[in-house]
């Protein structure tokens, strides 16, 4: 009997690891673009997911643009209806204060302007959590689907071990691994693509190639807030959130892109991908309070065995 | 205390003395309750700030988890209050000592980490707590009151108290943090932030300065927080432990002024009444006011005035006319001479070293020695691991194997900072000053890096700057130094820890042949008086009339070694490096 329990608990887990797994996986390409490829340190990209939620949520509820959509298809395209949204925000910050601390102004600077990346950052995330209190307000809301409270069940497996997959998610987790093709092919094989890699890798050779770096880089940027936002509407069908949703996220995509190594999408992914199992396993052992300790738990473990080079110039030229 | 800062000092402690009365003597004024919390609480924030600047202003150690101090604070008075009913007159010192002891225990881990993974790792420690805080069940602590012992408890009825307890805290951490900034500690730290590979070659261990920052950080925050807690009576893990609070240190030190004791003050007695009285005012329809207009204040700093308000007021109004003069050190004494090696033992013995980066052979089986006295050059063409010999040599890189020993004593396997106090002074193919400070402090830091006292290590600074030609110059920043200058300067700092080895990575780059003649001359005069070199370049005819021996090396390998008319006549080193056209000329 107790065993049926253990392994009722492991497969939920395992199925509850691939699917919200994936659905950080594709919030971790956000921040892969953002982070990993154009060294932007970010710290408002938790705040660009909780928008991606916001947003979602006003366009199948508030505004109602989306309600002859319904229940089940409408949060999932409202997911991905955030996503231009939040994209043209990400732009427009880009364009008028991360530009003035990243990219060619600060290349070969002394640290990168990442100092300057990470105030400014922090002073967005500290304007839109606390805007959002304003604008949004703080009680926690939802996107509703009636998808969240229905699951497949499969089994019994073992005895009487059922696997539980909540239709929610399950959708979700589809959504996220398209979206994460497409932008992958995207990326490697459109001639913008190649271009924002490039721009991305070294902006002053770009510039001599006769490519608009600040363009391309606006547009990185763009990418990767979408891409961050549409995680957020997907992941508003089955959490209920509030303004300051994005924090707990932000160490989470983190986690992931370094995880994954930087400067690869495919890797951000999988870095996603494993966070999210971690977490779903640790539910097996720890309180559910608990939950978001240990996920800062494994950030501090990967950043610190991680040896050093990876970690882009930590070895320095003398 | 470093050597002509007195004055500044006592100037600055003057500025604090006036400051702090009359503040205190407004707040005795002050009648409305809530303007009486906003006068203890600029005090409090201001205090918090100080101690986020000594880590990440001074230090450069960006962190956004100082909240983690804070909160320990904080919590420690509160629970030791519920359940040992411990005064908080003993419970902000307890606070203190933890903040500390967590300190230590974030920094082990933490400073191996650099630039924005150590800022992304801080915030995670509070965050973590918080929720274990939560999970613990502490949501919401109130203080319990003490009536019949209310001083004792640190409970009055008067507000005017607190607001004098918070100034006279303030003072105290002013005070330490006037004393950090004008002694070795603070110039160890600006350099760190400066450039921390300069600051290790020149001899500083910046781990265990961090480190020493962070706790006299972390027990500074603590006591804030602590009194924090007794101010407002009750505390929750986000009120203490959250970002806002965290960002609440690094707003009003940046606002105000990053790297100045001032900054912090500033920016506190600014932010924060503005942002209480937004709060106040406007909390009730726009709730969250306070963080927005946190993150305009920061936002907008760092586009118009990156340093802060401190820097560009002192900039635009009391900018320094004329650049101080070298401090009186009375007569310099020759450098303290060193025991010359055993006769027929060389200086320096390197053997067998090699380094490889994934497949490439950087270094490969590299063997040589210098005798004591001796110019060595190091040439050949680009990529042949000239400078990557020097970084396995001075503890940047590790060595795979091999062995390299200065007067019998094994330098490989040691930290950079470890070989430079063995008597290895070293410049870079990139100049690495610490731009900010004045040349002299640049210099001081070598002096300091070889464990010299404070007057003995401006002493050495004197002595190195006239030994290169720069003791005029000694009072300008190094940002405003020509390329030829900062050469001298980088030497100079490596000569003021009196080495007996100085290994210098093309110092002639980017020098027209008359500055090169110039800095030839110095070398050769530190040779005259005994000075044992290994210099890596390319400039062959400087070379030839500098060095008393050359090595040459070729993808990672010595290809020749030998006296340098033998050296040039090698047909291998023609080949590999000098080329042909070298030969003809040479024939002409």
Redesign the interface.
Do not use: C, K, T
């Given at each position: 009997m107790d065993l049926e329990i253990l392994i009722e608990n492991v497969l939920n887990a395992l199925t509850a690891g691939i699917t919200i797994g994936s659905i950080y996986g594709l919030m971790c390409i956000g921040l892969g673009l953002i982070f990993g490829i154009m060294r932007i340190?970010n710290?408002a990209q938790g705040e660009l997911l909780m928008l991606g939620m916001f947003a979602s949520l006003y366009l199948v509820t508030g505004g109602r643009v989306l309600a002859f959509l319904g229940p089940y298809w409408g949060p999932f395209i409202g997911a991905i209806c955030a996503a231009p949204i939040v994209f043209a925000g990400g732009a427009l910050l880009h364009r008028f204060?991360i530009s003035?601390?990243s990219g060619l102004r600060t290349a070969g600077s002394?640290?990168e302007g990442?100092?300057?990346?990470?105030?400014?950052t922090?002073?967005?995330?500290?304007?839109?959590?606390?805007?959002?209190?304003?604008v949004f307000g703080?009680t926690p809301v939802a996107v509703r689907t009636p998808l969240s409270a229905e699951a497949y069940l499969i089994g019994p497996v073992y005895g009487g071990a059922m696997v539980f997959l909540n239709k929610a998610k399950l959708v979700a987790f589809f959504v996220a691994i398209l979206v994460a093709i497409v932008l992958y092919l995207t990326l490697e094989y459109t001639r913008l693509g190649k271009a924002l890699r490039a721009a991305a890798d070294n902006p002053t050779a770009a510039t001599y190639m006769g490519i608009d770096v600040d363009r391309a880089y606006r547009i990185a940027f763009g990418l990767g807030s979408g891409i961050t936002a549409i995680a957020g509407g997907l992941m508003a069908t089955y959490i209920s959130f509030g303004?300051f949703v994005g924090?707990d996220y932000?160490?989470i995509m983190?986690s992931g892109v370094?995880l994954g190594g930087m400067g690869s999408i495919l890797g951000a992914f999988w870095g996603g991908l494993t966070v999210g199992f971690v977490q779903q396993f640790s539910a097996l052992i720890l309180?559910p309070?608990?939950q978001?300790?240990a996920i800062?738990?494994v950030?501090?473990m990967i950043?610190?065995l991680r040896p050093?080079g990876l970690?882009g110039?930590?070895?320095?030229?003398? | 205390m470093r050597l002509g800062v007195g004055a500044q000092l006592r100037r600055n402690l003057t500025i604090l003395a006036v400051l702090a009365v009359v503040y205190s003597v407004v707040a005795m004024f002050v009648t409305n309750s809530y303007y009486q919390l906003i006068l203890t609480l600029v005090p409090v924030w201001a205090l918090f700030g100080v101690s986020w600047n000594i880590l990440s202003g001074y230090g450069g150690q960006l962190s956004f988890g100082h909240a983690a101090f804070f909160g320990i604070g904080a919590y420690t008075v509160t629970l030791g209050m519920v359940y040992w009913s411990l005064s908080p007159w003993l419970g902000i010192p307890l606070g203190m000592v933890i903040g500390g002891l967590a300190a230590v225990a974030i920094g082990t881990p933490t400073f191996r980490l650099r630039g924005h993974y150590f800022a992304l790792s801080m915030l995670a420690y509070p965050l973590a707590i918080l929720y274990v805080l939560q999970y613990l069940g502490f949501q919401e602590v109130s203080m319990p009151m003490h009536r019949e012992h209310a001083a004792a408890f640190m409970e009055f009825s008067q507000p005017r108290v607190y607001t004098l307890i918070a100034v006279g805290l303030l003072v105290a951490g002013v005070v330490i943090s006037l004393v950090i900034e004008s002694s070795r500690f603070g110039l160890a730290l600006l350099a760190i932030r400066q450039n921390e590979l300069a600051a290790e070659a020149a001899g500083i261990n910046s781990r265990r300065w961090k480190m020493r920052s962070l706790v006299v950080s972390g027990m500074m925050a603590a006591v804030a927080g602590g009194f924090y807690a007794r101010v407002l009576l009750v505390v929750t893990p986000d009120s203490v432990f959250g970002m806002l609070v965290s960002a609440q240190a690094v707003v009003v030190t940046l606002f105000g002024g990053v790297a100045s004791v001032w900054g912090p003050v500033i920016g506190a007695a600014i932010l924060v009444p503005l942002a209480e009285t937004l709060q106040a005012e406007l909390g009730t329809y726009l709730p969250g006011i306070q963080g927005v207009v946190y993150g305009v204040a920061i936002i907008a700093i760092m586009l118009l005035s990156p340093d802060g308000l401190f820097w560009t007021i002192r900039d635009r109004w009391f900018a320094h006319k004329t650049p101080a003069p070298l401090p009186d050190v009375g007569p310099v004494s020759p450098p303290p001479r060193r025991t010359p090696v055993r006769t027929g033992m060389p200086l320096l013995e390197v053997e067998n070293v090699s380094r490889t980066f994934g497949g490439l052979k950087a270094v490969s089986e590299v063997s040589f020695s210098i005798a004591e006295g001796e110019i060595l050059g190091i040439i050949g063409p680009n990529g042949a691991g000239k400078t990557t010999l020097f970084n396995v040599l001075n503890g940047v890189l590790s060595a795979d194997a091999g062995s390299a020993r200065l007067a019998g004593q094994q330098m490989l396997g040691r930290k950079t900072f470890e070989v430079c106090r063995m008597g290895v002074g070293r410049t870079f193919q990139v100049v690495r000053s610490f731009p900010r400070l004045p040349v002299l402090d640049n210099v001081i830091v070598g002096a300091y890096g070889a464990g010299l006292a404070d007057r003995a290590a401006t002493a050495s600074a004197v002595r190195a700057l006239r030994q290169v030609g720069l003791a005029d110059q000694s009072g300008m920043a190094a940002g405003q130094l020509t390329n030829k200058q900062l050469r001298l300067m980088e030497l100079a700092r490596a000569l003021a820890g009196n080495p007996r080895l100085l290994l210098l990575d093309e110092t002639l780059a980017g020098l027209g042949r008359e500055e090169c003649d110039d800095v030839l001359a110095v070398l050769a005069r530190l040779r005259d008086e005994g000075m044992t070199i290994c210099i890596i370049e390319h400039t062959m005819h400087a070379m030839m009339r500098l060095a008393d021996r050359f090595v040459v090396l070729d993808h990672g390998r010595v290809l020749a070694t030998g006296l340098p008319r033998a050296i040039v006549e090698d047909a291998s080193v023609i080949e590999a490096y000098l080329g042909k056209k070298w030969l003809a000329r040479q024939n002409v």
């Open positions: 340190v710290f204060l003035r601390v002394l640290d990442h100092f300057g990346q990470l105030i400014v922090l002073g967005i995330s500290l304007i839109l959590q606390n805007g959002g209190q304003i703080s303004p924090f932000v160490i983190y370094v309180p309070q608990l978001n300790a800062f738990v950030f501090l950043v610190l050093q970690f110039r930590s070895a320095e030229r003398a | -």
